[in-house]
């Protein structure tokens, strides 16, 4: 169900943009609920996203924006302290899920302080994948390199043409170039994966 200041901002079919209505506290309420409710988030993406439709409801409505950031404060500070917004179950989860995708450990580390989550939270994510695998950053690399076609995945016949590209994409990936040269260099990708 898409939101409807998400609507709002689409042009109509007249070819003229929606304009909405105010922003009222019940209405900040709703559309924050069924944010959270589409989108695991932490709070303070949660707040960036609030503070955004306070802002543009100021500017074309004239509503009063300090009170609609104050409203913003007071909802985040229910559904946080409510369990909603969970901002180390965000963070766990993120991390399991970019993990799974080959993002390492500093690529995790990054996505999630992008999204406002805390060190602490970090830390105990990134510490929850070292009990998932005896070396996570390998699997990751791993996994990387399976959904890109590089290095032991890649076709065997351009595999030394492409050797340098192969290790560039794992270093921009954050991964060490030591872990890339053990990736790329690999000779059968059986026994890496059994590795694995």
């Known amino acids: 169900m898409m939101g409807r200041q998400a609507d ?66 007071r909802l985040l500070e229910r559904l946080t302290g409510s369990g909603i917004v969970d901002d180390g179950r ?38 929850s994948l070292d009990e998932l695998v005896a070396e996570p950053d390998l699997v990751a690399a791993l996994a990387y390199a399976r959904r890109r076609r590089l290095g032991p995945y890649r076709d065997p016949a351009a595999r030394a043409a492409y050797r340098e590209k192969d290790l560039a994409a794992l270093g921009r990936a954050g991964f060490s170039l030591d872990l890339a040269l053990q990736v790329v260099d690999a000779a059968d990708i059986d026994v890496r994966d059994g590795a694995a």
């Open 90 to 127: 965000y963070a766990e989860g993120r991390a399991a899920t970019l993990f799974r995708r080959g993002a390492s450990r500093r690529m995790i580390a990054a996505r999630l302080a992008e999204k406002g989550v805390g060190e602490a939270e970090i830390a105990a994510a990134l510490a």
């Open 8 to 73: 709002e901002d689409r042009p109509s079919r007249t070819g003229k943009r929606r304009v909405g209505r105010p922003l009222t506290p019940e209405e900040l309420e709703r559309q924050a609920l069924e944010y959270v409710a589409r989108f695991s988030t932490s709070a303070a993406n949660l707040r960036r996203v609030l503070r955004r439709k306070v802002e543009r409801s100021a500017r074309l409505h004239g509503t009063d924006r300090e009170a609609g950031l104050a409203a913003v404060d």
